[in-house]
């Protein structure tokens, strides 16, 4: 009996080790179940699920057009969004999502999606590093780590062959919005940082904002000279001609060499104003078509 | 007559430093002496030159025109309404120019070349509505039909506008410069297109001057001194209307201004007399708008911003000041 009492004894502590150590430390997120209905509200979040083997139940309506997804997305339902909420939160719920990747955009409607119970992560890079950073955290999140890892070093040589070979430098000016009050991107802006990528230098007049863009005095504009000027009004294919004729004959900045040169660039697909998993190629056509660099 | 006298040099003497300092100053420095030899026809040529001669100018006198016509737009309809919250937003001009904008830069951003003409026909075409309305049926040119169809327009027009940007969400960064009020350094091209309607206003307002002094001693005063004061406020309300949309077409929304400044120079002169109220608010309306565009594009330079808040700082502690006085 009391060999039996010792034997217990020296097999209990580690067992009561074993379930301290259960009850203390709950399984991490990384440990957890990966989320199994994902709702993506930017193209950057479908595009990069899909790129990773997982099938979203829901996108969302996006800018620039439905072509900036996947062709592997097209049977997946389409949530209309609207400012400042993003989706119809009863149309998001009869999804019965497990994840939501969103974007700041919708701020006012991530919280209500959070009241709702629904898990809610922020996923819109605003450079090309953090689309590296952000691919490898949705990988983790869906269970697809390695995927991921193999992804981000894909998109890096990727990324490092459209700028191979930049020669030119040309002062950039790239302005969002229509009229004679367009708002520019700055380095910090999604656009920003692909064009300085593709070997662009922005005309900013030394602007710095948290938001990555401002509306800035058209007396900087003709002081700093821009040999290009690429505008993204959120407008469609049709209005190209219409809005280079009226950037062209902006008095302000008739004297630019960007409007002498004729370099004035309409991009309607929005691929400059919403960051995307398209990184290379984006920066491909800026060099190609706008920089000529 | 000593205090009008005063208060008329004051402004002129505003008017003449608030012109200074939009030529001036800016985003870029250029001297001075650069800005004078400009405008005199002696300029170096390069960045400078076109900053002063294509920038600046046009933009400061864009600034007094549009800031000399919502001060006599004000003046005219508080006289003519005989209300002291009278404004162009009265007669519906304001919610119509801006419907019109953010329709042609939501709806139709291919057209946005149209802008101006755009916000100039809606205006143009509420204030159409508000007197459709207000001169017909019982009670017709009534000051209270006037201002409650005014209203009435003004809502619908503010609904349609409100819609529009809640349906392009995306698109209404655009919208913003001109719902908050600002000029652009457009050079002279929508002046071109717009004086006509600015003249029309400037001289519909002029002729109006005596009738609405006579009209200020009341209707019936007016009517046994052989004035028709249903045709005089009617006259003053398209005078206004074509003011305001034209100013609209340029500036955006800027309805404060229209509002505070008559106040502003009846308190200081002491007089409601148009002869005096009319050419004072041109000139304070004037001086306000270049000196608040001027703040606004030089505050946080290289970064511009609307004109319309730096104008109620502006205006609003001298209102506020006055008022006292005047209480």
């Known amino acids: ?293 | 007559m000593a205090r009008r006298t005063l208060v008329f040099a004051a402004l002129l003497a505003a008017l003449a430093a608030a012109v200074v300092a939009s030529l001036a100053l800016g985003a870029v420095k250029v001297p001075f002496s650069e800005v004078i030899d400009v405008l005199l026809g002696n300029g170096s040529g390069g960045p400078e030159q076109q900053i002063v001669e294509t920038l600046r100018l046009p933009r400061t006198v864009e600034a007094l025109v549009v800031g000399a016509a919502l001060g006599i737009a004000g003046a005219i309809l508080q006289g003519a309404l005989a209300n002291p919250l009278a404004s162009p937003d009265v007669i519906g001009v304001t919610g119509g120019a801006g419907f019109g904008a953010i329709l042609i830069i939501i709806a139709f951003p291919g057209s946005i070349a149209l802008l101006p003409v755009g916000a100039l026909f809606f205006g143009l075409l509420a204030a159409a509505l508000v007197f459709a309305f207000a001169w017909s049926g019982a009670n017709r040119g009534s000051v209270g039909k006037v201002i409650l169809a005014g209203i009435a327009v003004l809502s619908l027009f503010t609904a349609a506008t409100t819609g529009l940007l809640a349906a392009y969400p995306e698109r209404a960064p655009s919208a913003i410069f001109f719902i908050a009020g600002g000029l652009t350094s457009s050079g002279w091209d929508e002046m071109q297109t717009i004086w006509p309607y600015f003249a029309a206003g400037f001289a519909c307002a002029l002729l109006l001057i005596r009738p609405l002094d006579r009209l200020a001693l009341g209707d019936d005063v007016a009517a046994s001194l052989g004035s028709r004061p249903h045709l005089i406020r009617l006259g003053a309300a398209v005078s206004a209307a074509l003011l305001a949309a034209a100013s609209a077409a340029i500036a955006g929304l800027l309805g404060f201004l229209g509002l505070v400044v008559p106040h502003v120079v009846r308190m200081a002169g002491g007089t409601s007399s148009h002869t005096f109220v009319v050419p004072a608010s041109a000139i304070g309306g004037a001086a306000l708008l270049a000196a608040g565009d001027t703040l606004a594009r030089t505050l946080r330079a290289p970064i511009e911003m609307p004109v319309g808040p730096f104008m109620v700082v502006l205006g609003v502690p001298l209102f506020l000041w006055l008022l006292r006085k005047a209480v």
């Not at chain 1, 389409?78 to 955009?105: F, I, R, Y």
């Not at chain 1, 991921?148 to 002062?171: C, H, S, Y």
């Not at chain 1, 959120?234 to 960007?258: F, G, K, M, Q, V």
């Open chain 1, 1 to 293: 009996m009391r060999r039996f009492i010792r034997r217990m004894r020296e097999q209990s502590t580690p067992l009561a080790a074993l379930l301290l150590v259960a009850l203390l430390c709950p399984p991490s997120a990384a440990q957890a179940a990966p989320p199994k209905r994902i709702v993506a509200l930017t193209p950057f979040g479908a595009n990069t699920l899909v790129k990773l083997g997982v099938e979203p139940v829901g996108i969302s309506q996006t800018l620039g057009g439905q072509e900036r997804f996947s062709p592997k997305l097209e049977d997946v339902e389409v949530l209309p969004l609207s400012h400042p909420n993003g989706p119809n939160l009863e149309q998001l719920a009869a999804l019965d999502p497990d994840l939501v990747l969103s974007s700041p955009t919708w701020a006012k409607g991530n919280d209500s999606m959070g009241d709702l119970g629904i898990r809610v992560l922020v996923r819109e890079p605003r450079n090309v590093n953090s689309s590296f950073a952000q691919t490898l955290a949705i990988g983790g999140l869906v269970g697809k780590r390695s995927q991921a890892e193999r992804l981000v070093k894909a998109m890096k040589k990727d990324v490092a062959k459209a700028r191979r070979g930049i020669e030119r430098r040309p002062t950039v000016m790239l302005i969002l919005g229509v009229g004679r009050t367009p708002f520019t991107f700055l380095p910090n802006s999604w656009g920003g940082d692909l064009v300085t990528k593709a070997g662009g230098r922005l005309l900013t007049g030394g602007v710095e904002s948290s938001s990555g863009f401002e509306r800035i005095s058209d007396e900087v504009v003709v002081a700093e000279d821009p040999d290009v000027i690429v505008a993204v009004p959120h407008a469609n294919e049709d209005d190209i001609p219409s809005l280079t004729e009226y950037l062209r004959t902006n008095p302000a900045w008739a004297t630019t060499s960007a409007v002498r040169g004729g370099r004035i660039h309409i991009s309607v697909d929005n691929s400059l104003l919403q960051a995307g998993t398209e990184v290379a190629r984006t920066i491909r056509k800026v060099r190609r078509v706008y920089l000529e660099n």
